[in-house]
């Protein structure tokens, strides 16, 4: 019960004027997987040229990684978004976790 409610704490934490912090869902992402969240900030490059869906969403607390079904945004443009936190395993050096965002609506 008191992970619970420590989990909602630290998600209400980042929700200044109702937008999530990248830093909070990577704090605890097992609060966020599979939940919607609103996101705002400047986006960054695309995420790779062979991936033109994607890009990455910097709100000043961290970056992610952000999939979206309409034309990306303009690189440091200022976007709001609504989407669905996933996680999907990358391999580098090894094996490991990432999180991203599935954009289901942009704000603005």
Do not use: H, N
Not at 74 to 92: D, F, K, N, P, Y
């Amino acid at each position: 019960m008191a992970a619970l409610a420590l989990a909602a704490a630290v998600a209400l934490a980042g929700c200044a004027g109702g937008y999530t912090r990248v830093r909070e869902i990577k704090a605890a992402p097992e609060s966020f997987i599979g939940k919607e969240v609103r996101l705002q900030g400047t986006v960054g490059k695309a995420v790779d040229p062979a991936r033109p869906d994607a890009y990455l969403l910097r709100d000043g607390s961290g970056e992610i990684m952000v999939v979206t079904r309409s034309e990306l945004p303009a690189q440091a443009s200022e976007v709001a978004l609504r989407g669905i936190v996933r996680s999907v395993v990358t391999r580098g050096a090894g094996w490991s976790l990432d999180l991203r965002v599935e954009e289901t609506e942009r704000l603005r």
